[in-house]
């Protein structure tokens, strides 16, 4: 049998992330080989529910953000993930469960705390009237790691214009200036909120390539419901649905156990009763098969082919992006749900 | 701690047009106040100054409540999109901080105020130190608190004006409630007004603190909705009758006190027949007191009435305010009440008993000062600056006074005989001995802070030529009159009834 790897253009790691490290000439963050779950944790939330009267915004939600990670909470509208950061930040309180944010019960987060965590979020209220200049003057009295020349440097390299006024900006020039009022105290921890929503392409590659050349070693939790910006930076990726989190998982590792398989069999193939749970979405017709491999490990993937078609006359194993990752996963699941239902 | 500074530093750039707006309004107010003591030339002064202060006045205190919603909106503690709220904020030094700008632009403003304006009227700030700063804790409790809370609950002015006219609306509702409540009068309402400023001024606190460290706005509106549900509770049950009795018992039998009431036929009854209009109509009903000892003044602070009419049915005004003075000797003033047209057509043409009682305080004179009318301002006492007054018609009855922080009690007495004033005829029955009390109770607070100098008058009541038509001056340059400070004797009630009497004759006032 004959095997090719394809490597499509978009997908995870190998392709934009590289390519925005590479242009910032930094390395990935190291990646350990160890699950993350098993690594301290800047944020775990426990069962953490949150419900409006009748509604359940937050269902049960675990999850463990290792020290160090960039995590991109992804998830449709309404998923949820703007009620568990707000929740982590204290501004709600959980119905149930439990927030903890590096060394605090996120209820107990308050004053100092925030010396330590930055947070940037879309749907913000800046101090209007303040101009940039004394928007940063002002609130840089409230942190004693509060770094000059970095404010200096973002300032200079977000093109901000000192005297004009906060109200007067644009939108992407206010997620700036409330970004770099958010990296000037080098946080442990930056939770962004929908950072990127609706800002120009332009303004989104630049806030993401200053946030990973200058976040240091901090912990980043960003929400987004676009997949395509996060997979091009984030280390880690948690997907929210409903509430719930369908999975949580370093990128590299769902990368490499994701992959597209082609088969191109001599004849129709029959298929068996049960197939492997890790194949996803299979497709036969006529000679070719084509499904996706969930824990992909190519002896074990070769052997389960063998078994179930026995040779094949050609297999192709193509990476997938994080966007066909997740398709995938939200049509099994809701093709789960409607089984169940 | 250092955070007090840096947010104060902010609100003051941040609301530095309004700081001088409120100044400016303060400093013309300052340069225009005395206005309120100077005395009324006979034509007035020019209208416009008198209603341009106190249209700034109005407009000052709109300013303040504006400076005190807006900064306390600079750091919204409603909702869940301010910035502040992931920013490194102690709450605490941001209360405080909001609490110095407040006493920095308010209430030291309003206490330079009032230390510069003393002395312009007269009176050393430093003798009345204590009366300031209970200026200080009224202005706060009236005038900020309220303002900080619901600014604290609200998350922009259109919420705050929304609020405030809700607040409005019930104050409004629940006067008109209480207003209908027979005897709901102000000698019964003392105990349900304690209540009412505890649970009010108790809820505005506890809302203040709740917001600034819990910021649970739900809550805190739930504790103000509350609070106001448990006043109107108070308001509207408590029982207002029994509350005046309590406070006034009736005199025992084999009392001492000597005081006591009758009922006077309406000599003035008039052969008019009025017609019933309405659901209500006015008694007056004439009361004459007697046996009150010299040297003691009784003030009626309420009155209730009680009609027997044939065929055992009865009507009841419950207590009802009244504020006449009544001085020893022949003493008669007309009592009204509002009777039920109803049960007043039902009795026309029968005659009814009536019974009246009077729930009174009764107050005795301490030792009196002899003052003699000096030509321009002289000193009354301590606590007081008088000057003769101009009527409209150029004579001279009172006394223009004014005094810091709170008017003074005082009874005054004038024998006209003894007048300055040039008489047509000193037996003159109407030139009897003059008298006049101030707020007999002395225990007033010190105002609201914004006026630190009351006028306020010695009026020795209108006199006449024998004619009857001209009126005469009997206080003059050299005139003498006793001032004396009255104290709190006791509190009682009197009642008194009288038998056989017709409804239509008490339609008129007796004079």
Redesign the interface.
Known sequence: MSVENRVNPGTLLSGATTQIFARLNLQPRPVCDIPFWFMPSAILLEDLTKRYRDVSALNGLNLAIAEGSIFGLVGPNGAGKTTAIKILMNILHASSGRAQILDWDSRELAGSAFCSIGYVSENQKLPEWMTVTYFLAYVRNFYPTWDRDLERELVKRFDLPPKRKLKKLSRGMRMKVALASSLAYRPRLLVMDEPFSGLDPLVRDELIECIVQRAGDATLLISSHDLGEMESFATHIGYLEAGQLRFSEELRSLASRFRQVELALGAAPSLPGTLPESWMHLDASSSTVRFIESQYDRDRTESDIVRIFGEAAHATYAPMSLRSIFLAIARDARAAGENRA | M??IF?IFR?DV??HWLEIVVSLLLLLYFAWKSPILWSPEPPFGPPRISRLLFGFVGVALCLCWWFLIVRVIQ?ESLV?????W???????RWLLAAKALFIISFVNLPVLVFDVVILPRAGFPPWHHVPGLLQGQLLLTAFLIVPIATISAITDSLAQFLLVLFGVVAYIAGLSWVVGQIPSASSASSEIPSTVMFAVAGGACLAVLVLQYFRRDAWVSRGVLLGSAGVIAVVLTAAPYGPLVERAYPQVPLGSLNPAGVKIEKNDKASETKYPVLGKTLNLYVPIETYGLVQGSLVVVDAARLTIYAPGGRAWNSGWVDSSHTLWPGASRYNQTFEVSSKFYSSTAGSEVDMRVELAVSEYREGPAQQITVAAGSFRVKNDAICSLGTGEYSNTTSLQCRSALNEPAFAAHLDPVSTTCTLPDRTWPSLQDRRNSGNSSADFGGGAGLFPVRPFDIDFGAATDPSGKNPVSIVCPGTNFSLATPALFSRYRLGTSINGIHLTDYRTYSY
């Open positions: 250092n955070q840096y902010k750039r941040r600079g909702g869940d999109r301010q910035f709220l992931t920013r490194p904020y102690q709450r």
